[in-house]
């Protein structure tokens, strides 16, 4: 019988004069459960990427959100004391700060049901899948 190639003399066995299936297909075996292996490494790398990227966006957000949270309360403190200044009383001043604020609220809510929601919520997803 011919000598076998060089591209199969991996797959012949000490003796014989051919490729044996066996020696083949344990090494298909072998090359199979190494690529798995660098694609589970590969899933695992890019999960943990986007899990970074995502906690350092969310700590960024409560940040911003604590601040700006802050400036609102002290804006509506300093609209309440005016309110207040005006009617000459700081209880009514509150109080009519408190309603502009509830009635601020009720339309952003109203906003948010009907238009924002759902064009938040599609940046949201499209921001996630996004290639870099």
Known sequence: ???PSEHYARYVRDG???PDVGLYLQAV???AKAWFEAQKNVSRLEVSERVGRLSGMLLASVVLGLIMTTVLMLWFIALALWFGHLLGNNALGFLAAGGLFLALGGIFYLVW???LRDKVTLAV???MHAAD
Request: no cysteine.
């Open 125 to 127: 997803i499209n921001a």
């Open 113 to 115: 049901r009907t238009v």
């Open 16 to 18: 014989e004069d051919g």
């Open 29 to 31: 075996t072998e090359e």
């Open 1 to 3: 019988m011919a000598e």
